[in-house]
């Protein structure tokens, strides 16, 4: 991919993400799927409500698209996918009740939160 279309190609895809980010469908989508989808540099659902332990299953979209790798790393190192492409990644809900917040390494503007119940849904 020559530079010009990858910068072209990331500069859609932070557009599109801002455009997401003020969509109220975004913060209403399915938070209790276990399933995460990176779609247009953003997660889907980017909040997540996860029981203790909870194996979740990470598929980014963007790299059939764009060819664009992404990670869902927690802020406190708790959980990382490392390089998520082609094939699903899966992280481990952490043990302790709380919220987790996560963003992509490598677009570190892709944010979200794990919310860890106190209990088995």
Not at 24 to 30: D, M, N, R, S
């Amino acid at each position: 991919m020559t530079m010009k279309k990858r910068i072209l190609s990331v500069a859609t895809g932070l557009v599109l993400t801002a455009a997401l980010a003020l969509s109220p469908a975004v913060a209403g989508a399915g938070p209790r799927s276990g399933v995460v989808n990176i779609k247009l540099f953003t997660f889907h659902p980017n909040y997540i409500v996860a029981s203790p332990g909870e194996t979740l299953t990470v598929n980014n979209q963007d790299y059939a698209h764009f060819g664009e790798p992404h990670t869902l790393t927690a802020n406190d190192g708790s959980f990382d996918t490392g390089l998520v492409t082609s094939d699903p990644a899966y992280i481990t809900a952490p043990e302790g009740a709380g919220n987790y917040a996560f963003l992509c390494n490598v677009h570190p503007f892709m944010r979200g939160v794990v919310h860890v119940t106190n209990r088995a849904p």
